[in-house]
């Protein structure tokens, strides 16, 4: 028989747990329909910036008080980030179109750094037809002023925020540089979050040696950088009200079943699709319904969670004790 490979995430049924992470592969119609035939059982777009949103609402209130020939730098602000994502408005016109045109869910993203009057976008992407939102906060801590505490209130006050200003369900994309991630996720869903994207990937700046410049430079993803999120799914599975969804290293099958068994709802990829295609969630969908069957599993339902931090026979295998094994295991090469 063949295994159920349906989940739930954020209230709705998906017909298996394979996700298209935010990423500009979301960026136009017609590649999202390939991924739809593909199998993706949902779509995130790639997201909107609250710097994208706050220029735009700060360039209609000039031109309109003193018309677009006494602003003209403002024109030429963040000219990347609109062909990356099109821009404010056509981000709302292309959530309608991706709508109508797919029968998975349609989950829009929202990133930002600070509470304002960015976050009622949030609005705006649900009444053009988001399924749900998902919200990245995404800042480096680099104040000296402000405290841990300071930090983290940033991050409740914007999830509160968006939560009073939508009905759709909200995730709410984390990063790992915590003190005590375990609490924070609490915090996050009792401050309204209905799932946690588990783990936002933070880009390092580099050095170009010859221009003397700090450059961004975007590595993808390897597939041990799984080991991250898969600790924390595990430790988070069944202690939080909230769905998981892993994201970062998943790019094979086996990936995504350990991410399942540890307790995440969903697997979410954008490395391995910029890779190979749509076509590798095909594969990915096939390889997890081989090694159900081979292993006896009947459901997703059935396998999510069974390894995770409260159903492990030795839960410290997720905590200090596996750092000390991992270093006592390591053969030095002769
Ligand atoms: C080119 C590129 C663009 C991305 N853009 C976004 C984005 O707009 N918003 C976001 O939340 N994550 C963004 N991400 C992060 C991905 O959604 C994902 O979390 C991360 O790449 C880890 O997953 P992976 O290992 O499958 O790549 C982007 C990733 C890539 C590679």
Do not use: C
Request: net charge negative.
């Amino acid at each position: 028989m063949k295994p159920d490979l349906s989940t739930r995430y954020l209230g709705f049924r998906l017909r298996n747990p394979f996700v298209v992470s935010a990423s500009p592969l979301g960026r136009d119609l017609d590649r999202l329909l390939l991924l739809e035939a593909a199998g993706a059982a949902a779509v995130v777009l790639p997201s909107l910036f609250e710097e994208q949103i706050e220029h735009d609402s700060m360039l209609v209130h000039t031109t309109m008080e003193h018309g677009t020939e006494s602003f003209p730098e403002a024109l030429s602000y963040l000219p990347e980030m609109s062909s990356y994502n099109t821009g404010p408005e056509r981000y709302l016109s292309l959530i309608t179109r991706a709508r109508e045109s797919l029968r998975v869910p349609v989950i829009a993203s929202l990133n930002g750094a600070s509470p304002g009057g960015w976050t009622s976008y949030a609005r705006r992407m649900q009444d053009a037809g988001a399924s749900a939102l998902e919200l990245n906060v995404y800042f480096v801590a680099a104040d000296m002023d402000e405290t841990s505490e300071q930090v983290e209130r940033r991050y409740l006050d914007i999830v509160a925020e968006v939560r009073r200003t939508i009905t759709i369900p909200l995730a709410v994309k984390i990063g790992p540089f915590f003190s005590s991630t375990a609490n924070m996720a609490r915090r996050i869903v009792d401050a309204g979050a209905d799932g946690l994207v588990v783990f936002n990937r933070f880009y390092q700046p580099d050095i170009d040696l010859e221009n003397l410049v700090v450059v961004p430079d975007l590595k993808l993803s390897t597939a041990v950088e799984l080991r991250l999120p898969l600790r924390w799914i595990a430790i988070l599975h069944s202690r939080v009200k909230a769905s998981l969804a892993a994201t970062t290293g998943v790019h094979d099958h086996f990936g995504a079943i350990k991410l399942l068994l540890v307790g995440a709802d969903v697997t979410m990829t954008a490395s391995a699709l910029l890779i190979h295609g749509p076509g590798w969630i095909e594969s990915a969908i096939a390889g997890l319904g081989e090694w159900m069957v081979e292993h006896e599993y009947t459901s997703v339902e059935q396998l999510k969670g069974s390894m995770s931090w409260r159903g492990a026979p030795n839960p410290a295998a997720f905590e200090r004790a596996n750092y000390m094994e991992t270093l006592a295991s390591y053969e030095v090469p002769r």
